[in-house]
């Protein structure tokens, strides 16, 4: 049997679902989301859909692994029009491997930094989003430094980075599906 062929709904060059799985799980009662999955890509974005059991203020706990050959020194997610990152002294915003974090003014931008994730080692995130879909979309870049950098020009950049913002790449999309308990 021939596959089947149908013109405008071919994704396979945007988005994931076969090889790498990310998923979540969502404790309605707490308003915790716990997702965990992995990224294997350097020269793309990913994009993060989730779909949440109801809007509103969510604690988000993030384990990724990287599963590239480079080693991340940064990392930043821009959230879509309908949420915000949470930057106030009764929400945590940490990372295991990073010592860093940077929330702009407007809120839509988080970047994790001081610090690296190896080939082959897991990233653990905390912070919260504030959300008026249940659908929300974010997108997660990193920064690997050009291997002839120095520490202080690799510095230098990561500090421009988290000024700036890394700049947009081609993405690639991922949709979480997410168990609801509690």
Not at 25 to 48: E, Q, Y
Not at 107 to 128: C, N
Not at 145 to 166: C, F, Y
């Amino acid at each position: 049997m021939a596959p089947l062929e149908v013109s405008g709904l071919d994704v396979s060059s945007r988005v994931r679902a076969r090889d790498i799985q990310m998923a979540g799980v969502a404790d309605i009662r707490r308003h915790v989301l716990m997702i965990s999955g992995a990224i294997d890509t350097v020269d793309h974005d990913v994009s993060v859909c989730i779909n949440l059991p109801e809007p509103g203020r969510w604690q988000i706990i993030k384990s990724e692994t990287n599963l590239t050959d480079r080693t991340w020194v940064a990392m930043q997610a821009t959230t879509d029009e309908d949420s915000v990152f949470v930057d106030d002294a009764e929400h945590l915003v940490m990372s295991r491997q990073f010592s860093k974090s940077f929330i702009t003014p407007d809120q839509r931008r988080l970047t994790f930094h001081g610090g690296e994730v190896r080939p082959g080692e897991a990233v653990v995130k905390m912070y919260s989003l504030e959300t008026t879909s249940r659908r929300p979309v974010y997108a997660y870049s990193r920064y690997s430094p050009v291997v002839t950098d120095s520490p202080d020009m690799t510095a230098k950049t990561v500090e421009q980075l988290v000024a700036e913002g890394l700049p947009q790449r081609p993405v690639i999309e991922v949709i979480v599906p997410v168990t609801v308990i509690g």
